[in-house]
C-alpha cells in the first residue's frame, strides 16, 4: 500500500520531504492559488523540477472558502476548482499519468438530491472537469459538521456518507467509474462520531469505512485529540497510548472491507522542516503492517 505525504507546494517544503527521501507527496493548495501572482506554468515548474512523485493534488484550503461541490454555484470557488483540475491536467499529461484532484463535501444529499438546479450545477460542474481535463481523477472527501471562520461558526453536512451517495449517484447516471470516487477522513470521521455522541446518536468508524468500500480513491489518516475542534485537537498523529489503539481499529478495517487504496498521512506539523508527528504516525503505521 502507498504512504503519501502532504506537502504545500514550495520548492523549501519539496526539498524538505527530498531531505528525507519521501517521495510520494499530495499536494496541498492554499490561499494564494486564488490569486495570479503566480502562474499555472511556474506552478508546474515547481512540482516538475522537485523530481517527486505528486499524485494527488488538493484544492485549496482557506478558513470559510474551502473548495465544496455544493459551493459550485460561487464563482471564486468554481473557477479555483477549475484551476485546480487544470494544473492536475497539466502534470498527468506532462508525466503521462492519473492525477487525483480532492474537493470536500458539504451537501446534504437526501435533501439536495431535490432540488434539481442544485444537482444539475454540481453535476455539471464536474462532467465539464471530467470531459475536459482526460488526465485527472476527482474525489470528494467527508468533512466536519461544525466549521468556523473569520465570521463565527456554522453547521454543513457532508460529514456522513454524502460522498458516497453523490459518487454512486454520479456514476449510475454518467459513468466515469474509474474517475470519480470518495476521499475518507478519518480525523474528519472521529470528529464526527464524538460530537453525535453528545447528542446520543451513535456513528462508528466501521459504518464509515462500509459506506466508502465501493468507490474509495484514497484515505487521509490523522487522529483528533479531545472532540476534534481547536488547532491542537485536528489532525493530530498517531504517536503512543491510545493513538495505536485507534490506529489498528482503522487498519483492521481498511482490511476487512477490501480496501487498497493509497493513505496519505495528513497530520498537522509545528514544523514541516522537522515533521515528527508523520514519521512517527509513519512508524507506527508500517509496524502494523507487517
Ligand atoms: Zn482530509
Redesign the pocket.
Known amino acids: 500500500m502507498k504512504i503519501l505525504m502532504k506537502s504545500a507546494l514550495k520548492d523549501k517544503e519539496f526539498s524538505a520531504r527530498k531531505a528525507l527521501d519521501e517521495n510520494n507527496i499530495e499536494v496541498q493548495l492554499f490561499e494564494g492559488f486564488y490569486g495570479e501572482e503566480i502562474s499555472l506554468d511556474e506552478y508546474l515548474d515547481t512540482i516538475i523540477n522537485s523530481g517527486l512523485n505528486i499524485s494527488v493534488i488538493h484544492t485549496p484550503l482557506v478558513e470559510g472558502e474551502a473548495v465544496e461541490i455544493d459551493r459550485f454555484y460561487e464563482k471564486r470557488i468554481k473557477n479555483v476548482f477549475y484551476k485546480t483540475c487544470e494544473l492536475s491536467n497539466m502534470l498527468g499529461t506532462k508525466l503521462k499519468k492519473n492525477i487525483l484532484v480532492i474537493v470536500h463535501c458539504s451537501m446534504s444529499f437526501k435533501e439536495d438530491i431535490k432540488n434539481p438546479n442544485k444537482i444539475k450545477l454540481i453535476d455539471d460542474t464536474l462532467l465539464y472537469a471530467l470531459n475536459k481535463y482526460s488526465n485527472i481523477s476527482i474525489a470528494i472527501?467527508n468533512v466536519t459538521p461544525i466549521v468556523t471562520n473569520r465570521t463565527g461558526f456554522y453547521g454543513r453536512g457532508g460529514f456522513l456518507n454524502d460522498s458516497c451517495l453523490y459518487v454512486s449517484y454520479f456514476i449510475n447516471k454518467y459513468g466515469f467509474k474509474d474517475r470519480i470516487g470518495t476521499?475518507l477522513?478519518t480525523c474528519?470521521a472521529l470528529t464526527t462520531i464524538k460530537l453525535l455522541q453528545y447528542c446520543k446518536i451513535d456513528v462508528t468508524l466501521e459504518q464509515y469505512f462500509d459506506w466508502n468500500k465501493q468507490n474509495v480513491k484514497l484515505i487521509?489518516l490523522a487522529n483528533i485529540g479531545d472532540n476534534g475542534y481547536g488547532k491542537d485537537n485536528h489532525g493530530i498523529g498517531f504517536i503512543e497510548g491510545d493513538d495505536l489503539v485507534v490506529l489498528n481499529d482503522i487498519m483492521k478495517l481498511y482490511f476487512k472491507y477490501n480496501y487498497s487504496c493509497p493513505i496519505t498521512i495528513?497530520v498537522i506539523e509545528k514544523e514541516y522542516i522537522n515533521p515528527l508527528n508523520y514519521l512517527k504516525t509513519k512508524e507506527n503505521l508500517l509496524e502494523i503492517l507487517e
Open positions: 472527501e476521499v477522513d474528519h487521509h495528513e
